[in-house]
């Protein structure tokens, strides 16, 4: 175990940082429709978020346990963030100002925190 540490650490992996708060983001986007209590008013959004947030969460976990294969796939997190964006008002249906800004918030922090990774994962590239 520690030498796969020193393996992953090596060569200066330094988004293992952002790999935390992309699984935290993952896991609240999953939940957020029970934490704020839309489950009945907007059905498809649930299972929307929860699909997303999943999605997000699993990244995180790839990029945590595989992070030399994995480094092409940050942008998914950003594609995945802009669709939570835009697809408030597709899937949902006259979504409220919380649903709104729930999406809104959670889909932008996944833009920054993906192109966060996406950029240290260039950069970690060429350094080697």
């Known amino acids: ?9 090596s060569g200066g992996r330094t988004t293992a940082g952002a790999d935390a708060p992309v699984f935290l983001l993952g896991l609240y986007c999953a939940v957020s429709p029970w934490v704020l209590h839309f489950t009945a008013s907007q059905p498809s959004l649930v299972t929307h978020n929860l699909v997303i947030g999943i999605a997000i969460a699993v990244l995180a976990l790839c990029f945590t346990a595989m992070p030399e294969r994995m480094t092409g796939m940050s942008i998914a997190i950003v ?32 833009i920054v925190l993906g192109a966060a990774c996406a950029g240290l994962s260039m950069k970690n590239k060429k350094k080697t």
């Open 1 to 9: 175990m520690r030498a796969r540490h020193d393996r992953v650490m």
């Open 79 to 110: 594609a995945l963030g802009a669709w939570l964006i835009v697809s408030t008002w597709i899937v949902g249906q006259s979504p409220d100002m919380g649903v709104v800004l729930n999406n809104v918030i959670v889909g932008g922090l996944a």
